[in-house]
């Protein structure tokens, strides 16, 4: 093999290497970090964790205390470990990390409500959108959609929206009542979901009836 052929591959492998050191390093303390801030919020008095991917990310189920049964989730990471998909997944893709969490709870709920950051409203299916009542709610530099059945909720979750410490990372809250569910899907900034998930918490009471 010729030495101008050689010396570009041995570079990009050198750069693959370092890459991978240094994205999974970064993945793995994000997921440090965040299981911290949920285990502080949530104050769990059982846990378990399942891997995804090795450093992309993990599910996890907490058994809570009352008012709540349990708590499941999960936290995705972008490939931050391999060179050449991180650019496609961020810059072609848009991936970012991400914070889904799920809250069960045996209270009797006020009625279905979300909180959906308008953008992301057109990606995901809700079931009788149609037949809901609507709301823009513009905040910062991002304007959300309250959607809900019952009047009574319009209020609680306007309170909502406007406690949110930083609505910025904030892409879908709902009420279930049906399953007595509470749902929040954050899109963090450097593993930070300690504030949005604290006030996440503070905030479903105010859906028990």
């Not at 010396?7 to 240094?22: F, N, R, T, V």
């Not at 769990?44 to 809570?64: R, S, T």
């Not at 963090?188 to 479903?204: S, T, V, W």
Request: charged share 25%.
């Amino acid at each position: 093999m010729q030495l101008s052929y050689f010396i570009p591959l041995l570079a990009l492998g050198a750069a693959g290497s370092a890459q991978y050191i240094l994205g999974s390093k970064k993945n793995r303390w994000l997921g440090k970090q965040m299981s911290l801030q949920a285990e502080r919020i949530l104050e769990p008095k059982d846990k378990e964790y399942v891997n995804i991917g090795g450093v992309l990310g993990y599910n996890f189920v907490y058994k809570l205390r009352d008012p709540w049964k349990e708590a499941k989730g999960t936290f995705v990471f972008i490939p931050r470990h391999s060179l050449l998909y991180l650019p496609v997944s961020y810059y072609l893709i848009g991936n970012r990390d991400r914070f889904y969490v799920n809250l069960f709870t045996d209270k009797k709920l006020a009625g279905e409500g979300h909180i959906i950051e308008k953008r992301y409203l057109r990606r995901i299916k809700i079931d009788g959108l149609a037949e809901m009542s609507r709301e823009e709610v513009t905040v910062g530099d991002a304007t959300f959609v309250l959607l809900w059945r019952k009047d009574e909720v319009l209020p609680i979750l306007r309170r909502s929206l406007a406690a949110m410490p930083d609505p910025s990372t904030l892409k879908h809250f709902c009420c279930f009542s049906d399953n007595k569910n509470f749902y929040l899907f954050l899109k963090p900034k450097k593993g930070e979901i300690e504030a949005n998930l604290k006030k996440f918490l503070d905030l479903c009471p105010e859906y028990f009836r």
